[in-house]
């Protein structure tokens, strides 16, 4: 090697270390956590068994949680089953909260940190107040703003108020809370494949028939009924995407079935006939812009051909649904509640698909 290259080799070299060592230096130092920190809830751990409901409250609603005779089941809600793994999924979650660094206590910046009581108007906290049997609390806090990369990918800190105290914390863990009953709840009403989809036959409030059907399994497109003269289908896809109504449907709300106006004059009822002979019957309204509602029920065609086994999904599905309502997607609502006209030509954005 030459004099001059390695003069040069020296050169590139030290402006390598420099740059490595700038590098270094300007990374933001790593959080080093005490692993002997305080638990929120002492003891909880050990009581888990013990826990008979928790009352979750929001701005907007308010529910509890609530052990049954069956399992696990939404008080407010008649009892409707609870999802055990999302349940014990929050009380470990409770459990293992640990204090991590003390925050405002200055009530003017609980917004930034989504921790205003749930009474002020527009507040996006959430309080939980977990109780045994007897009523003793023992869990209560507010829980606000997620910071859900704290410490790197699955390691996430929330900010909080403990009990009733003023005073705000950023605490290691999550709480998954949800939005409301439905995060708590089995999301599946029904999954009914357009495979399976014979007829389907909506009635609008004021008596019109909207009938799309197939007289075959085998056979691939659906036919729309009494098509005036001069007149034509939207388009085959439209028509066959009637068929997928129950496809994968599942809830984003629910609510008591009397909870929910459902006036004639606004009312569509519809029936999904199955080629095994399951009739699922729905009776649905429009809510707002693009919100949908509706109540299902289930019976059994007189053509069935295992009529027992039939009347067994019948009554299962009935079990699980009578007396509640649930808002369902856009696309299922507008299918819900189609007009005969929003599947003839120049239906535009009317149309039911």
């Known amino acids: 090697m030459t004099a001059r290259s390695f003069i040069i080799y020296s050169v590139v070299t030290a402006i390598l270390v420099i740059a490595a060592i700038v ?27 013990d826990v008979a409901s928790f009352e979750i409250k929001s701005a907007d609603r308010s529910y509890t949680v609530k052990r049954t ?48 009581d749930v009474t002020a108007k527009g507040a996006k906290s959430r309080k939980i107040t977990v109780t045994d049997k007897d009523g003793k609390v023992l869990a209560s806090g507010l829980i606000g703003r997620r910071n859900a990369d704290l410490f790197g990918s699955g390691r996430g800190g929330t900010y909080m108020r403990v009990g009733d105290n003023k005073q705000t914390w950023l605490v290691e863990g999550i709480v998954s809370t949800g939005k409301g009953p439905a995060d708590w709840v089995n999301k599946k009403i029904v999954d009914i494949k357009r495979p399976r989809v014979r007829r389907i036959v909506v009635q609008a409030p004021g008596g019109g028939l909207t009938v799309v059907s197939r007289p075959l399994a085998k056979q691939k497109d659906f036919r729309l009924a009494d098509i005036p003269a001069g007149k034509r289908q939207r388009g085959q896809w439209e028509t066959n995407e009637m068929a997928k109504v129950l496809d994968k449907l599942e809830l984003l709300d629910l609510k008591r079935a009397d909870e929910i106006a459902m006036p004639d004059d606004r009312l569509y009822k519809a029936t999904i006939q199955t080629f095994e002979g399951l009739l699922i019957h729905t009776e649905a309204v429009k ?67």
């Open 69 to 116: 005779s069956d399992g696990w089941g939404i008080a407010e809600l008649n009892g409707y089953a609870a999802d055990f793994n999302k349940v014990k999924t929050v009380l470990v979650e409770l459990a293992q909260l640990k204090f991590l660094e003390e925050k405002t206590s200055d009530a003017a910046r609980y917004e930034r940190l989504d921790l205003r």
């Open 287 to 353: 809510v707002g812009k693009k919100k949908f509602w509706a109540r299902f029920s289930a019976s059994v065609d007189a053509a069935a051909i295992d009529a027992t086994k039939v009347k067994e999904a019948a009554d299962a599905f009935n079990a699980r649904h009578k007396g509640f309502a649930y808002e369902v997607n856009e696309a299922t609502g507008k299918k819900l509640t189609c007009d005969h006209i929003n599947l003839l030509e120049g239906a535009g954005l009317k149309a039911c698909a």
């Open 23 to 49: 590098a270094i230096s300007s990374r933001p130092a790593s959080t080093m956590i005490d692993r002997d920190r305080a638990l929120i809830f002492p003891g909880v751990d050990a009581k888990l068994n």
